[in-house]
Structure formats: structure tokens, C-alpha cells
């Protein structure tokens, strides 16, 4: 090329060039900050794991396990587990669809925890392929617990969106971490209180607790009978 038209275009190629680089600098930047999302994102995945794991505990443990082993009673292990089709808040009313039914052993009224341990709810609804769970935080639905500091009996209902209300007698001990057991013998873990509510005038206070799993995002489940 001559050397006056090479020297006429040079400024347009160092333009191009640097403009070039900076694009590169931006897409890698982008990129970089899209990496440490995600894996920020990974990261409080594992904590909320592990932290649920921690609040689930082994509500039946040494000793205990002794003694219910002598008289017969095993801690449950195995179980039927599957994957969740749907979930709020495409299914209505803290309602799940599981991909294992008739064909695979499930029966109604079967038991719904979580891989980590906690219970959920029951499956109210079997098909051949395909089965419906009902959560315990459904609105109205009403199950036996335990509030664990005490072992006090209580019922708690249901709020949706994988919340509960309980209602005790204002001299009830209640903290807002405090766990909520199911009322079988392996004492699962069924919710953690969030809030609690009294007026100074009343004789009775509302307890509000939230399920340990994020009904939003469940993938996997074990149901045993």
C-alpha cells in the first residue's frame, strides 16, 4: 500500500484497535463479574444446606436411639425418592406434583421430607405416573407438633407460601428460632418460629413459623409410608 494512504488510515486502525481492547476489557469484566455471582450464589446454596442440616439435627440420638432400638423401633431410613414436577407458584396453594405414583410403590397419605430430614406434608393424591403432596403449610390444613423447648403440644395451621400460625397461652415459653417437631416419634423437624405476636391485654399469643424448606425451590423429596 503507499505510504500516504497507510499513513492517512493509521489513526483509524489504532482507533479501531483501542476500541477493540476496551470491548475485550468490558466483555472480560462481564464475565469475571458473572463467575463471582454465580458462584456467590453456589456459596449460599451450600450455607442454607448446611445450616438446615445443623436445624434438622438428629432429633433422635445416643441414648434415645438405644432405647428405641430395644424395644423395637428403628430411626427411618430408605424410602421412595423423586423429583418435584411442579411447585409454587405454578401449583396452587402449597401444593407440589412428584414424578413417582402408583407404578412406583406410592401410597396416599404417605410421608414428605425433605433430603436433609425435615417433613413437609403428605401425598393426598396418587396417579399411575405422577402424584400430588399436600404441604403442612397449605392455608387452613392443621397438624399435631411440638414446640421443642418444652414439649409442649400444639396445632399449627397452615398460612401458604410455606408459612404456619400457632396459637399458645401467653405464659408459653416462645423464642423467635425456637424449633417446631412433628409429633411422631422421630420427632422430625417441621418449622422454625419467625415472629411472635401479643398485645399486653391478651391471654393467648400468635406464634409465626416458616417451614425449613424454600417451597419455591424444591427439586428432590423422599416419601416413606
Do not use: C
Not at 57 to 76: M, T, W
Not at 123 to 149: I, N, Q
Not at 150 to 172: K, L, Q
Amino acid at each position: 500500500m503507499d505510504g500516504v494512504i497507510i499513513s492517512a488510515v493509521s489513526p483509524l486502525w489504532r482507533t479501531e484497535n483501542a476500541a477493540t481492547a476496551r470491548l475485550s476489557d468490558i466483555r472480560d469484566f462481564f464475565r469475571f463479574r458473572s463467575s463471582l455471582v454465580e458462584e456467590n450464589s453456589m456459596l449460599k446454596e451450600r450455607v442454607a444446606q448446611l445450616e438446615l442440616e445443623a436445624a434438622s439435627g438428629a432429633s433422635v440420638a445416643g441414648g434415645e436411639n438405644f432405647i428405641l432400638s430395644s424395644f423395637g423401633r428403628q430411626p427411618e431410613f430408605g424410602g421412595i425418592m423423586t423429583t418435584v414436577l411442579v411447585s409454587p407458584p405454578q401449583s396452587p396453594y402449597d401444593t407440589l406434583v412428584i414424578d413417582a405414583g402408583e407404578n412406583d410403590g406410592m401410597f396416599l397419605g404417605s410421608s414428605v421430607f425433605m433430603l436433609e430430614g425435615p417433613i413437609l406434608g403428605v401425598v393426598s393424591d396418587v396417579f399411575p405416573g405422577s402424584s400430588k403432596v399436600r404441604l403442612f403449610s397449605a392455608p387452613g390444613e392443621k397438624t399435631r407438633a411440638l414446640l421443642e423447648r418444652y414439649n409442649i403440644p400444639v396445632t399449627i395451621e397452615g398460612a401458604g407460601g410455606g408459612n404456619f400460625r400457632i396459637i399458645v397461652p401467653r405464659e408459653v415459653e416462645v423464642v423467635v428460632g425456637d424449633r417446631i417437631l412433628s409429633a411422631d416419634i422421630f420427632s422430625h423437624l417441621l418449622g422454625v418460629v419467625g415472629d411472635i405476636k401479643m398485645e399486653p391485654t391478651d391471654s393467648f399469643k400468635e406464634v409465626l413459623a416458616k417451614s425449613p424448606a424454600n417451597i419455591f425451590g424444591i427439586h428432590f423429596l423422599v416419601i416413606r409410608p
